[in-house]
């Protein structure tokens, strides 16, 4: 055999091993697509996964992400500014970087409040806001300890309700939501951005290959995000939550990996 049928012959067979692997690790990936809704327990049930998710967050595509959500969730008030100040809930505000991003864009005189049920979490929030934004905007926020399905507030006070990345860990979307509409303002607006469970078999499959690639080793030990993904709702299903929780005017879209459920003044 000379040395142009040997290499060709070694190329072949690396190409053809090359392919089989890939082929079997997406039928793999394809294999544990979820089908039917799995509850599973929040990262911050988990010091090491919380903290992993601190530092996600500092990360550039997180800090786009929030940015964009601050800025879609403000849109409607810009282009329609209030004369009383904007009072903004952020419900289960996690790491704090979408807690950042509104108190960055928010007017100044706007006064925020992020609510989180635990309180590890409100301490990693608060040095992330701080990080991010800087101590000067860090008074314009009042952290509260608390459950979503109990918020400690008084009926409609609230001008925008945020959340993101939360809805699949509640136990009572229905509750929640229905306590959302409580603190609601007459005119206010309501945020919610969350895991899509019923995602395409690419975005499964590419969410697969990042979660092997890339993520950090806290959050792999628990299948994350595959984990959230799984316990996440299709839109159907958020809409009968909503209904039930009668939102005033609620509109559902659906992205790649993603729901965004708006409701009230700019929905």
Not at 25 to 48: F, Q, Y
Request: with cysteine.
């Amino acid at each position: 055999m000379t040395v142009e049928s040997a290499t060709k012959v070694i190329a072949t067979t690396a190409t053809t091993v090359a392919t089989a692997f890939v082929a079997r690790r997406l039928r793999v990936a394809l294999d544990t697509r979820p089908i039917g809704h799995v509850p599973g327990a929040s990262a911050a049930c988990e010091p090491d996964a919380a903290r992993a998710q601190y530092r996600q967050h500092r990360a550039l595509p997180w800090r786009v992400a929030h940015h964009w959500l601050g800025r879609f969730a403000l849109a409607p008030f810009r282009r329609e500014p209030r004369v009383t100040p904007l009072r903004i809930l952020v419900i289960d505000h996690g790491p704090g970087g979408a807690v950042a991003a509104i108190a960055s864009q928010a007017p100044r005189d706007a006064t925020i409040v992020a609510l989180d049920p635990n309180a590890g979490m409100g301490v990693l929030a608060r040095l992330q806001a701080n990080r991010l934004v800087g101590h000067e905007l860090d008074h314009r926020i009042g952290w509260v300890n608390g459950e979503g399905v109990t918020i400690p507030s008084a009926a409609g006070v609230f001008d925008l309700v945020l959340t993101a990345g939360a809805l699949h860990s509640w136990s009572d979307p229905e509750g929640i939501l229905r306590e959302i509409r409580r603190v609601l303002a007459p005119c206010g607006r309501v945020v919610i951005t969350d895991t899509r469970r019923d995602l395409p078999a690419w975005a499964w499959v590419a969410i697969k290959v990042v979660q092997r690639l890339l993520m950090p080793t806290a959050l792999k030990s628990i299948d994350e995000p595959s984990t959230s993904i799984r316990a996440g709702y299709r839109a159907p299903e958020l809409e009968w939550f909503a209904a039930r929780a009668s939102l005033p005017r609620f509109h559902i879209s659906e992205r790649p990996a993603w729901l965004i459920l708006e409701s009230g003044f700019g929905a």
